[in-house]
Structures are given as C-alpha cells and as structure tokens.
C-alpha cells in the first residue's frame, strides 16, 4: 500500500482527533528470539527532556532483576526484546501514557501481561494478577507480525481513551520514521491481541470445570484460557483503535491465524465500547465462548469475517458497523477485503450442561457487502454464515448486496441448519441481489429440525411479515452512505423498540441498522464517520 508520508501521518492523527476463522486455516505465527544485545533493565533514569522541551517517562514495571524501562529517543519511547518478549511475561502492573508532538510506544516483539500456564501442570491462575493500563491518546506500534499483546488469565487490560483522545493498536510503518520502503502499513503488520478469560467454553468438559482444570490452548500462540466463571472480568477496551493487525504464515510450522481482537472465554465483566478494527488479516473479532459484551464496533476492509463466534458465547451485542471493500498492496494492487460479516458458530468442542450452543443477543447491525473474493482465500463477501449448531437473537439488522454474480448474503452449513429454528431475526431488512446459497431454496440436509423441513429459506426469513426482503439498489442510506435513512419508502418495516431486551445494556434505538441518519451529533454517528473516512483512503 503506497502512501504519501502526510497521509501515513494524518491517517493516525485524524482517528486521535476525531473520535479486527474458526481454526480453519493452519498456519502458525511464532515469535522469534532475536534478543539484542542492549538491556533496558538498566538503573538509568528514562525522565529524558525530548525535542519539544517536555518530560518524558516512558513505561516501566518491576522484575525479579529490578526496575525495567524503555528508553526516550527524543520523541518515541522504544521498548526491545530484551524489555517483552515471547519469553518474558510481565508481572506487575504497567501503564502507556500519552507521549507528547504525536510520539508513540514502539515494540520489537510480543508484550505479554501476566503469567501464563496449564493448570494440570503446576501452574496456578493469579487472582490478581498485573493490569495493563493505556491512557487516552497514547499509541502503541508494533514492528511484526510476531508482536502481539497477550493478556493471561487473571490479568487485565484497562486501555480506556476517550472520544476526543481515543487509543491507537498499529503498526510501525504507519509512521514514516519507522517503515524503511517507504510503502506504509498493511494488514498482518502486527499480531493483534489476545486476551485470555476464566469464562465458560465448549472447549473443556464440565469435570475440566469443576476441577479448575480447564486448560485451552489458544490460537496462533502457546496461551491458555478457559474456566467456569463467565462473569470474570479481563479488563475493558474503549474508544480505540485497532489497524493492520493479525497475523499470517509464520516460519515454524502449521498452526492457526491471528486474529485483530481474540476474546478467549472473556466473562460479562469486560466490556469492548467504541473499537475500529481497520485492516486486519484474519477475523476481526473472534470470541471463543464466555459472556462478554461488544457494542459500538466498526470493522472495515478485515480479509476473513469481520465478527466470528464460537465454543458457546453467551454475550450481548449492540451497534454493529461492518464493511467490505479493497486496499491497495505495497506492490500496488488492489485487492479484496472481506468473507463473512458474521462466521457464527454454535459448537467447536462439545455442549453440556454446563454450556449450550453460542446464544447471543444481538441489536442495531449494519452490513455492506461486496460481490468480491477475498484476497486472503477467495472466499465470497458474505453476510451472515451459520455453522456447527449456532442459535442467536438479532434485531434491527441492515444487510445489503446490490450485485452477485458469486455470492449471497446468508449462508448454511447442513450443521448450521440443526438448530436454525433458534436463529431469529426480528425487525430485520435484506437487500441483496442474491439472498441465500442454498440451491434449491429449502432446508432439506437431513440435519434441519422436523418442522422446518421443506420450509423455504424466503418464509424462515420472513417469519410472517416480521422481516422484509426488497431485492438490490432498494433506498437505505443517507447521502453519507453508511446511515440509515429513515425516511425511505422502500423499507416499510418498522424496527423494534427493544424494550424486551436487557436494559441495562441495550439502548433505545428506534431504527434499523447500526447508525441513524437523523443522530447526526452522536458520538456513535461520529466515529463512524470517521472510521469510515480512515478506511476510503486506504
């Protein structure tokens, strides 16, 4: 992807002012040991008087050796293998303030929080275990796609910015003074990050459970996360940004993909509030079970599923923004960007009573699909995809796709389809010039539920009136292109008032998709806004 070095800068500085398969691929992303032969774990003072004349402190926790801290070069605060690595994992707590003339936090290698362990081995979860706090503003770029964060189990992330001050994940080559061709960022620049939670997934028995044994690896690293709490807390992540993560083939054998944001059995007790994912090479959002909650999340131009579910989430979602489109390569050409809008999985290990099949609720979701192949795999621009037994309640859906000459919006597997009478839509529009894949328009795999065999996907759908299919190029959106219009002829349908729903996180939101047109002042509106303005210049 060439970009002007004005634009490699702004495209940062605009989202600080205005305001991410299922295991199905096998790669496996290593971090390599590369440890220079400086050491930070020095006495030396890093309170270094930069350019601009300020006091600068760049980050430090406590080891078993002493203080260690990154060092001030003037206007980045840098942090080498020597300070986190694959082979150190942070113990104590550590915070990432703002550096002052649009300085950044740049890492060589992985940045692991918290200790890490099998508990059939000796290893013992933390109670309370280190935090990694980020203040509003700060920005932390990372050098390859082996740097990742890791946040174990019992530790958290609190990296809370602002709608002014808003939080920035990337990569180094977003910044001229550290991308050395001189051709800018791109996604699997960077690992992206993973947190691992004591929730509740499919992935361990209930016995695992009640012995504290649930020990899950986890994708893309050695990590492990699981256990039977799903309202354990991993910390909050809000108004932040999270560009040209996730990570491909790596030297060192098969494994998995990584992806921009993994939640690993995170309880209800984390919230993710006001994300942009731009950019990233696998999914955008993968939750592996536990019950945590996403709201006011836009993801733009990710390679494989902007949101993927699975192991039996039970969690909550609202506010939804999701948009296929292209980016252009540092050899420059342009490519496609985007399969499923969900990838929505039910089961990966095995139901039980102590977790049924992946259950969200989910309110207020817009989708814009293509009729492309991603470049990651060539796999269709979808909607929505339904596998392995998933159930799930969503209101107030926007889906479009005004050409398919090779794709649908709506697709099932014949497991998805064993239990697709618990798959509700309410309130919910399509517009797409090809709606289902099925060939013959029916449920009859033979796995289907008794009463929905022979019923046409058009009537499950529909569910009498509740629904409403209107074909490609129908009036949704407002001249900006991304807001409802609520105004429009074509959608005659009114949305659900919600009131049904748990009020103590879904809103009122009296309109169908995720943005209004007439909550033009909205912090909500706005960072769609200027997420989508990020993401047309890439």
Partial sequence: MKLSGFFKVSLVATAITLAGCGGDINITPTVNDNSSTVDNSTNNSNNTTGNTGKTVTCSSYESDAGKVEGVFDGLDCLYNDSFASKNIHIASNITFEELPEGGVHLFEDALLIGADGDTT????????????????????????????????????????????????????????????????????????????????????????????????????????????????????IKWAKIWYAGSGPKVGGEGDDLNSLTLNAVGSGSEFDYIHIHQGFDDGIEIFGGATTLKHVVVTDTQDDSFDFDAGW??????????????????????????????????????????????????????????????????????????????????????????????????????????????????????????????????????????????TLTAWFDKEGANQRIGEGANLFAANGFATNTTSTDITITANNLSGLDSSFFDAAPYIGAVSDQDTTSAWYKWVEAALSAAAQD
Avoid at 362 to 375: F, G, P, R, W
Avoid at 425 to 449: I, L, Q, R, W, Y
């Fill in 314 to 455: 039970q969690g909550k979602a609202q506010f939804l923004f999701i948009k296929h489109g292209t980016v252009t390569t540092r050899e420059g050409e342009t490519v496609a960007m985007g399969n499923g809008g969900f990838e929505a999985d039910g089961v990966k290990g095995k139901s039980s009573a102590q977790v049924a099949p992946s259950n969200p609720t989910i309110a207020n979701v817009t989708v814009i699909t293509s009729d492309s192949l991603s470049v990651r795999d060539t796999d269709p621009s979808i909607a929505f995809k339904f596998d392995d037994e998933f159930n799930a309640n969503f209101y107030n859906v926007l889906m479009t796709k005004d050409t398919a000459t090779q794709s649908s919006c709506i697709s099932f597997s014949s497991d998805g389809e064993k239990q697709a009478d618990k798959i509700m839509f309410h309130n919910s529009v399509m517009s797409c010039a090809a709606e289902f894949n099925d060939a013959d328009g029916t449920f009859n795999s033979g796995k289907e539920p008794a009463a929905l065999t022979a019923t």
């Fill in 121 to 236: 081995a000796g290893f013992t979860i933390p109670t309370n275990g280190p935090t990694m706090t980020v203040k509003p503003g700060a920005t932390l770029a990372f050098k390859s796609g082996e740097a990742i964060i890791r946040i174990g189990r019992g530790a958290k992330i609190q990296a809370v910015g602002t709608s002014s001050k808003p939080i920035v994940f990337t990569s180094a080559k977003a910044f001229p003074r550290f991308d050395d061709e001189g051709k800018g960022a791109l996604y699997a620049d960077w690992g992206g990050i993973i947190i691992n939670g004591n929730g509740i997934t499919d992935q361990c028995t209930d016995a695992e459970r009640d012995a504290s044994t649930c020990n899950v690896p986890s994708e893309g690293i050695t990590s492990y996360f699981g256990g039977n709490n799903n309202a354990d807390s991993s910390g909050n």
